[in-house]
């Protein structure tokens, strides 16, 4: 089949091929909007995780739910989009089986392999539940989208997700995604009031769905229809949901192909849709519209004038104060209400220059420059900042109140011979300046006092997980994404070296030492090593080794990614990881980045220091070194690690520490390295388990004095070594530049579903590997 045409660039034509067509290309690729970076947002983070839970049911594909009614159970995939979706409690994220692939020739019960799609509906209602509304999509798709008043009146966002598909798919089951051969209401001719956005994040990829256009037929596919579908290339397109499509061929070899979707109702629709939708899926639909503080323009005795909302009335209309006269205007609805755009007679601001969003910038108010993050520019060059304090936002602030941030984490007052002028703050939900500047003196409070904690104590526990300040800092989401590739199958290579976890007679090697090692020689192409750290102990005498615990380190991975240095840290979090106000400007690196594994069954790891300073380095009174900051991949789970608390020994041991020990139990933990500390115990595995495998993600920073004992070789427990084949190397962060600040997404990695056969999954292979091991084990 050939490809649509080329996209006719005129609004007038654009609109009329969307609307009677049923489709359009968006030649520019997706605008910008807030909906857009909140789901790239999501599947920067979850994709790679489904992709490997996907894969691990993969036998159970072409299985449907009998246990389920939700959308999609009856589909082949159904029964595995329940197992991934039960991965994903908490995360307001569900999977369920899309319509399923099937050859053009096959019998229509005849279905080849399953299709995904991943919505976060859920997601997106907890996120915009304090303003009630999700935003509107940018002033150029409203036009598109919805020509009459009536249209663009209380219009909603319906879905919001991306689709999985494996590689080498045929083309999906031909179908409309909103239908109904006997509901009121049929859709009128050219007036389209159901549309999906399709697009992908890759600059360099292009959407291939299958349209047919002008195809409004309920939903009934006919062998004509087939004749007649075209593929509509484009990086982003936008379709009309009652129009017959489908997902492309995938080609083998690809890997999983992923798009991103959004899909919105117009007003005039609103009504018809809940005929054609059940009541549980019409739960997820959230308003689109506007909310307090926004900076808009709005329609006022024939002609548009800036204007900033107010208040929200029950009624969705909205009250209004104009910006050059502070008049208040009420009931104003959303058909006179537009983004802010430049006056008429000026050039419209050049929107890639200057502050992009996304741009970490210091933003002024009241004589001081605070902390914020730009999340939308304004046509008329004006931009909206989310304050790091309170997280509340400013719109319409000029640009000539804005800078590039320091990252230093503190207020600066402008010189007197400063041309700058203060600007006063609209804040969405806050009232002046004032409430920020508290909470963000309290947060400071909180972080310093944690700092403490950490310093005298040994941990502090984050009992609401990671702050969400400190998820500013793309190291962390760096480290999640490597676990969702990468995890699965690391375990599947030590598992089949299960057989040689315990050392050899004679060797002093530690348990899981030598799998280790091949296992790192097998992913070492990934930037992944794999080390053996102190082993699970009984806990009575003769206290002897009972099994190997893990440690897996993408360092190697993080360097190639970001090259020369990853992002620096945000001064919320060397505060509250007891960074030294002296220190907090010098070169922090992280020593090692990675997650433990420990297998099920496993007794308490032995109780140990990982790193202390020796000599003219031993710990000095007024800070933390080494600070290791521990967390769950998944919200609902609690890291165990037991401590000693002050527990600064230089690593010796005695029966007083056992009896001391306390076990945290929140999300997250931050250790002082220098402390005693073990893992726990793991649980034998539950009966809807596998392996009963237990992880927990790892952050271990090494700050300026830390590095100056590594350096001079005045550490114990972990030091310094020329000579060691290990990989010793630190990664710094010191790069401020917004390229160097992206957040990985999982295709940045290269990983395969399986590795190339072992030659120990053979008798002769293992015959051969316990030779090998006995040999490495025994050397020297």
Same mark, same amino acid.
């Given at each position: 089949?050939?490809?649509?045409?080329?996209?006719?660039?005129?609004?007038?034509?654009?609109?009329?091929? #969307?609307?009677?067509?049923?489709?359009?290309?968006?030649?520019?690729?997706?605008?910008?909007?807030?909906?857009?970076?909140?789901?790239?947002?999501?599947?920067?983070?979850?994709?790679?995780?489904?992709?490997?839970? *996907?894969?691990?049911?993969?036998?159970?594909?072409?299985?449907?739910?009998?246990?389920?009614?939700?959308?999609?159970? !009856?589909?082949?995939?159904? #029964?595995?989009?329940?197992?991934?979706?039960?991965?994903?409690?908490?995360?307001?994220?569900?999977?369920?089986?899309?319509?399923?692939? @099937?050859?053009?020739?096959?019998?229509?019960?005849?279905?080849?392999? $399953?299709?995904?799609? %991943?919505?976060?509906?859920?997601?997106?209602?907890?996120?915009?539940?304090?303003?009630?509304?999700?935003?509107?999509?940018?002033?150029? #798709?409203?036009? *598109?989208?919805?020509?009459?008043?009536?249209?663009?009146?209380?219009?909603?966002?319906?879905?919001?997700?991306?689709?999985?598909?494996?590689?080498?798919?045929?083309?999906?089951?031909?179908?409309?995604?909103?239908?109904?051969?006997? &509901?009121?209401?049929?859709?009128? &001719?050219?007036?389209?009031?159901?549309?999906?956005?399709?697009?992908?994040?890759?600059?360099?990829?292009?959407?291939?769905?299958?349209?047919?256009?002008? =195809?409004?037929?309920?939903?009934?596919?006919?062998?004509?229809?087939?004749?007649?579908?075209?593929?509509?290339?484009?990086?982003?397109?936008?379709?009309?949901?009652?129009?017959?499509?489908?997902?492309?061929?995938?080609?083998?070899?690809?890997?999983?192909?992923?798009?991103?979707?959004?899909?919105?109702?117009?007003?005039?629709?609103?009504?018809?849709?809940?005929?054609?939708?059940?009541?549980?899926?019409?739960?997820?639909?959230?308003?689109?519209?506007?909310?307090?503080?926004?900076?808009?323009?709005?329609?006022?005795?024939?002609?548009?004038?800036?204007?900033?909302?107010?208040?929200?009335?029950?009624?969705?209309?909205?009250?209004?104060?104009?910006?050059?006269?502070?008049?208040?205007?009420?009931?104003?609805?959303?058909?006179?209400?537009?983004?802010?755009?430049?006056?008429?007679?000026?050039?419209?601001?050049?929107?890639? !220059?200057?502050?992009?969003?996304?741009?970490?910038?210091?933003?002024?108010?009241?004589?001081?420059?605070?902390?914020?993050?730009?999340?939308? /520019?304004?046509?008329?060059?004006?931009?909206?900042?989310?304050?790091?304090?309170?997280?509340?936002?400013?719109?319409?602030?000029?640009?000539?109140?804005?800078?590039?941030?320091?990252?230093?984490?503190?207020?600066?007052?402008?010189?007197?011979?400063?041309?700058?002028?203060?600007?006063?703050?609209?804040?969405?939900?806050?009232?002046?300046?004032?409430?920020?500047?508290?909470?963000?003196?309290?947060?400071?409070? %909180?972080?310093?006092?944690?700092?403490?904690?950490?310093?005298?104590?040994?941990?502090?526990?984050?009992?609401?997980?990671?702050?969400?300040?400190?998820?500013?800092? $793309?190291?962390?989401?760096?480290?999640?994404?490597?676990?969702?590739?990468?995890?699965?199958?690391?375990?599947?290579?030590?598992? *089949?070296?299960?057989?040689?976890?315990?050392?050899?007679?004679?060797?002093? @090697?530690?348990?899981?030492?030598?799998?280790?090692?091949?296992?790192?020689?097998?992913?070492?192409?990934?930037?992944?090593?794999?080390?053996?750290?102190?082993?699970?102990?009984?806990?009575?005498?003769?206290?002897?080794?009972?099994?190997?615990?893990?440690?897996?380190?993408?360092?190697?991975?993080?360097?190639?990614?970001?090259?020369?240095?990853?992002?620096?840290?945000?001064?919320?979090? *060397?505060?509250?990881?007891?960074?030294?106000? !002296?220190?907090?400007?010098?070169?922090?690196?992280?020593?090692?980045?990675?997650?433990?594994?420990?297998?099920?069954?496993?007794?308490?790891?032995?109780?140990?220091?990982?790193?202390?300073?020796?000599?003219?380095?031993? /710990?000095?009174?007024?800070?933390?070194?080494?600070?290791?900051?521990?967390?769950?991949?998944?919200?609902?789970?609690?890291?165990?690690?037991?401590?000693?608390?002050?527990?600064?020994?230089?690593? @010796? %041991?005695?029966?007083?520490?056992?009896? =001391?020990?306390?076990?945290?139990? =929140?999300?997250?933990? %931050? #250790?002082?390295?220098?402390?005693?500390?073990?893992?726990?115990?793991?649980?034998?595995?539950?009966?809807?388990?596998?392996?009963?495998?237990?992880?927990?993600?790892?952050?271990?920073?090494?700050?300026?004095?830390?590095?100056?004992?590594?350096?001079?070789?005045?550490?114990?427990?972990?030091?310094?070594?020329?000579?060691?084949?290990?990989?010793?190397?630190?990664?710094?962060?010191?790069?401020?530049?917004?390229?160097?600040?992206?957040?990985?997404? =999982?295709?940045?990695?290269?990983?395969?579903?399986?590795?190339?056969?072992?030659?120990?999954?053979?008798?002769?292979?293992?015959?051969?590997?316990?030779?090998?091991?006995?040999?490495?084990?025994?050397?020297?």
């Amino acid at each position: 089949m050939p490809s649509a045409p080329a996209l006719v660039r005129s609004d007038e034509e654009r609109m009329r091929q #969307l609307h009677w067509e049923g489709w359009t290309a968006l030649d520019g690729g997706m605008p910008e909007w807030d909906l857009r970076s909140f789901v790239e947002r999501l599947h920067r983070r979850y994709h790679g995780r489904i992709v490997s839970l *996907l894969e691990r049911w993969r036998k159970d594909w072409m299985k449907p739910d009998r246990k389920d009614t939700g959308p999609g159970a !009856s589909r082949p995939g159904g #029964l595995v989009a329940r197992r991934v979706s039960e991965e994903l409690k908490d995360t307001g994220i569900f999977v369920y089986a899309a319509h399923p692939s @099937q050859a053009d020739d096959a019998d229509d019960d005849k279905c080849s392999g $399953p299709r995904w799609y %991943v919505t976060c509906t859920e997601a997106v209602m907890k996120h915009y539940d304090g303003p009630g509304m999700a935003p509107l999509p940018p002033l150029e #798709l409203q036009d *598109l989208l919805w020509p009459f008043d009536r249209d663009r009146t209380q219009p909603w966002l319906t879905e919001l997700g991306w689709t999985e598909v494996p590689e080498n798919s045929e083309p999906q089951i031909m179908h409309a995604d909103i239908c109904s051969s006997s &509901a009121p209401e049929p859709r009128k &001719a050219g007036r389209g009031r159901y549309h999906h956005f399709v697009w992908k994040t890759n600059p360099d990829e292009v959407c291939t769905t299958n349209i047919v256009p002008g =195809a409004f037929t309920e939903g009934c596919a006919e062998w004509e229809h087939y004749d007649k579908w075209t593929v509509a290339k484009a990086r982003a397109l936008i379709f009309d949901s009652e129009m017959l499509h489908r997902g492309g061929r995938t080609a083998p070899g690809v890997g999983w192909t992923t798009s991103l979707t959004l899909q919105v109702c117009s007003g005039s629709g609103w009504s018809a849709l809940q005929e054609r939708v059940g009541a549980n899926l019409m739960w997820y639909t959230q308003p689109l519209g506007w909310q307090e503080g926004d900076a808009v323009d709005v329609f006022v005795e024939k002609g548009w004038h800036r204007a900033i909302v107010t208040r929200r009335g029950k009624n969705r209309s909205y009250s209004v104060v104009l910006s050059a006269c502070n008049t208040c205007l009420k009931n104003v609805s959303d058909c006179k209400i537009r983004y802010r755009q430049a006056p008429e007679g000026m050039l419209k601001a050049d929107l890639s !220059s200057a502050f992009p969003v996304g741009s970490r910038v210091e933003a002024l108010s009241e004589d001081t420059w605070h902390a914020a993050k730009v999340v939308r /520019r304004n046509a008329d060059g004006t931009y909206r900042v989310v304050w790091r304090g309170d997280k509340s936002f400013t719109d319409a602030v000029m640009g000539s109140h804005l800078r590039a941030s320091t990252d230093s984490g503190k207020s600066n007052t402008p010189s007197e011979s400063s041309s700058t002028r203060t600007s006063s703050r609209t804040r969405g939900r806050s009232n002046s300046g004032e409430r920020t500047d508290r909470t963000a003196v309290k947060r400071r409070k %909180v972080c310093a006092a944690k700092g403490r904690e950490l310093f005298s104590r040994g941990f502090v526990q984050l009992e609401d997980g990671l702050p969400r300040e400190w998820r500013d800092w $793309p190291i962390f989401d760096f480290l999640e994404v490597c676990f969702d590739v990468y995890n699965d199958l690391v375990v599947r290579e030590l598992e *089949l070296l299960r057989d040689f976890w315990v050392p050899c007679k004679g060797s002093e @090697q530690r348990h899981g030492a030598f799998a280790a090692a091949k296992v790192s020689e097998r992913l070492e192409p990934f930037g992944i090593a794999i080390y053996s750290p102190a082993p699970s102990m009984s806990e009575s005498q003769p206290y002897q080794p009972t099994g190997p615990r893990w440690y897996v380190s993408v360092t190697s991975a993080a360097m190639r990614y970001w090259k020369e240095a990853a992002p620096a840290a945000p001064p919320a979090v *060397l505060e509250a990881v007891g960074v030294h106000a !002296s220190e907090r400007g010098g070169l922090l690196q992280a020593r090692g980045l990675g997650w433990a594994l420990a297998p099920g069954s496993s007794n308490p790891q032995a109780l140990h220091a990982d790193i202390w300073g020796v000599g003219a380095f031993k /710990r000095p009174g007024d800070r933390t070194r080494w600070p290791h900051v521990l967390w769950k991949r998944k919200a609902s789970e609690l890291c165990t690690t037991e401590i000693v608390p002050g527990g600064f020994t230089q690593g @010796q %041991v005695s029966e007083e520490h056992f009896e =001391a020990l306390e076990q945290a139990r =929140a999300p997250a933990v %931050v #250790l002082d390295s220098e402390a005693l500390h073990r893992g726990a115990v793991t649980p034998s595995p539950s009966s809807s388990e596998a392996s009963g495998w237990k992880s927990t993600l790892s952050l271990e920073l090494c700050t300026p004095s830390g590095f100056a004992a590594w350096e001079d070789f005045s550490t114990a427990g972990t030091t310094k070594d020329p000579d060691s084949p290990l990989d010793w190397r630190m990664l710094p962060f010191s790069s401020m530049d917004a390229e160097a600040r992206r957040t990985p997404a =999982a295709s940045s990695f290269k990983s395969p579903r399986e590795l190339p056969p072992a030659p120990w999954e053979q008798p002769a292979g293992k015959a051969k590997l316990r030779q090998e091991q006995r040999a490495w084990e025994l050397a020297g």
